[in-house]
């Protein structure tokens, strides 16, 4: 299986805060990792540093076997990483083929063409099973379907990395339901690694290749969820159970 990301070493401070602590792992094409992990664990940080918000004060990442220094989120883009946040990033005032196209506009004969953008973000969405009128405003859709558009657009100008930021948080049982399905056909419609940061591990487990566990900045464990449990990790999470002798499935994989 091809890696996509190698982080190696990774080490983030805030003055004399250790947010991210030597943290290694790698990442496969077609694989979903739940990330995990109590507030303060290092998840955010670690998603930023992938996104291009912030540099890792130590250590290398790696996209597709190259070294990279994402300065910004238009480098990260810019190498086929895209992130969906837990609000949907949806602009209001806008329609859906606005925002799905936004900063990345189709410009034909020197004007914007609206028809292809149109039939552009229809066609992706309904790829991942989303029915939905490009030209509807924002404010008219639901929580979930905010979320819909914004893993649609994710999956059109994805290559290589789609971030996940708590995409089911305040989300109705349905919408949560249709938003793991989608990630799932997109797992199998594209050749990313998806990153599923959540604190729902009932949402994660059930469609996640391997959980990682972050604690205060550290990497507690890498394990696949078929060799592990809800019970298992809830407790790497709140008491610091740490697998001293564990090995690094993803060698093997």
Do not use: W
Not at 144 to 172: C, H, I, M, N, W
Not at 229 to 235: A, H, Q, T, V
């Amino acid at each position: 299986m091809k890696e996509i990301i190698r982080a190696e070493n990774l080490t983030k401070r805030y003055s004399s805060v250790v947010a991210l602590d030597n943290v290694s792992f790698s990442t496969y094409e077609k694989e979903i990792i739940g990330l995990v992990g109590d507030n303060g664990a290092g998840k955010s940080t670690l998603l930023n540093i992938l996104v291009g918000l912030i540099q890792p004060d130590e250590g290398k990442l790696f996209l597709n076997g190259r070294e990279v220094k994402f300065k910004s989120p238009g480098d990260a883009r810019d190498e086929g990483v895209e992130i969906v946040y837990q609000s949907g990033n949806m602009v209001e005032g806008l329609n859906v083929y606005k925002n799905f196209f936004m900063g990345r506009e189709i410009i034909k004969n020197g004007m914007l063409d609206k028809a292809t953008m149109r039939k552009k973000s229809e066609e992706a969405m309904e790829e991942i099973g989303i029915s939905k009128s490009s030209n509807s405003l924002v404010e008219e859709l639901s929580g979930g379907q905010r979320q819909a558009v914004s893993l649609g657009r994710a999956f059109y100008f994805g290559k290589s990395v789609l971030l996940l930021d708590e995409p089911t948080t305040g989300l109705s049982l349905k919408e949560v339901d249709n938003t793991l399905d989608r990630v799932k056909v997109i797992r199998e419609k594209a050749n990313m690694s998806i990153i599923f940061v959540t604190h729902n591990l009932q949402h994660i487990m059930p469609i996640a290749d391997r959980i990682i566990v972050l604690y205060h900045g550290e990497k507690i464990c890498d394990k696949k969820t078929k060799h592990t449990d809800i019970d298992e990790i809830s407790k790497m999470i709140t008491t610091r159970i740490k697998e001293e002798d564990h090995v690094d499935e993803t060698k093997y994989i």
